[in-house]
C-alpha cells in the first residue's frame, strides 16, 4: 500500500509557474513509476508524465511538452511536476499516481493515487 499527497497546487496567471509535489508513504517509492494526471470539470482524466523508477525515462503529453518537467527524489520519496509558461487549458485538477506496471500513459495502470491538487490559470 501507497499513500499520496500532493501539493503545490494554486492560482497563477497566463505565462507563470507552479511546481507541484507528491510525497508518498508505506511501500518503497523506487519500486513504482510515478506519473501526474489532471481533471478539468467535465472532462477524462487525462495523462500529463511520468516518469520510470530510476527517474532515467521521462513521458509527456503532447500538450505540456517542452513547458512541464517531471522528476523525481528517491531519498525524498517525492515525485515534481514542474510547470512553466502555463495556460488557461492547464486549469484542472492534479494528481500523482504510482504504477506497479503497464502502460505508463494509462489510468487504468496505475495503482495509487493521489486525492488532488487544484490548478488555476488566469487569463
Known amino acids: 500500500q501507497v499513500q499520496l499527497v500532493e501539493s503545490g497546487g494554486g492560482l497563477v496567471q497566463a505565462g507563470g509557474s507552479l511546481r507541484l509535489s507528491c510525497t508518498a508513504s508505506?511501500?518503497?517509492?523506487?519500486?513504482?513509476?510515478m506519473g501526474w494526471f489532471r481533471q478539468a470539470p467535465g472532462k477524462e482524466r487525462d495523462f500529463v508524465a511520468a516518469i520510470s523508477r530510476s527517474g532515467g525515462s521521462t513521458y509527456y503529453a503532447d500538450t505540456v511538452k517542452g513547458r512541464f518537467t517531471i522528476s523525481r527524489d528517491n531519498a525524498k520519496d517525492t515525485v515534481y511536476l514542474q510547470m512553466n509558461s502555463l495556460k488557461p487549458e492547464d486549469t484542472a485538477v492534479y494528481y500523482c499516481?504510482?504504477?506497479?506496471?503497464?502502460?505508463?500513459?494509462?489510468?487504468?495502470?496505475?495503482?495509487?493515487w493521489g486525492q488532488g491538487t487544484q490548478v488555476t490559470v488566469s487569463s
Open positions: 508505506g511501500r518503497t517509492f523506487s519500486s513504482y513509476a
Open positions: 499516481a504510482a504504477q506497479i506496471s503497464g502502460s505508463y500513459d494509462s489510468k487504468l495502470h496505475y495503482n495509487y
